[in-house]
């Protein structure tokens, strides 16, 4: 939009209107796993790829290991919430979590990278995160062995 063109709305101040238009996201993590692990890693591994890799599929690839989780839990074990679950599970679990969290910060960084961020890109990355939240939690009830009830539904 052109901020030459006046803009009035019944619903914001020339204010709030000036400050959507300028807004940008800045986000941070100050968490030690990030500070001392996450980040470093990403930073080193994000090196070798070739910048003709979109961030999104970065990301694409990270969720597709969220859904590899959630996907093997409910396929090897049935969708009840109960039942023995078998170790290796647990095993690949934390192994695609992992693949999950170092993808997911590898896409930012790709982006700038490569100069190749992108609004559709940031909604992508945070619809994902969001997704990845409900699958890992189901998967994560069921290994716990909540059970089909209300109360396992509610948590």
Request: charged share 15%; with cysteine.
């Amino acid at each position: 939009m052109d901020d030459s063109i006046e803009f009035k709305s019944l619903y914001f101040s020339a204010e709030e209107i000036y400050n959507l238009r300028n807004y940008k996201y800045i986000g941070s993590d100050e968490g030690y796993l990030y500070k001392a692990f996450f980040n470093p890693v990403a930073n080193f591994i994000v090196e070798y790829v070739p910048a003709y890799v979109a961030p999104n599929t970065l990301t694409m690839i990270g969720f597709g290991f969220t859904v590899s989780i959630f996907a093997t839990m409910f396929g090897v074990y049935g969708i009840d919430m109960d039942g023995e679950v078998g170790r290796w599970w647990y095993f690949y679990s934390a192994f695609a979590f992992l693949g999950y969290r170092i993808f997911d910060e590898m896409d930012g960084k790709q982006a700038r990278r490569t100069k190749n961020s992108s609004v559709l890109g940031m909604v992508l990355d945070h619809g994902c995160d969001s997704f990845s939240c409900l699958l890992l939690m189901m998967a994560s009830m069921k290994g716990c062995q909540m059970g089909s009830n209300l109360g396992a539904f509610v948590i």
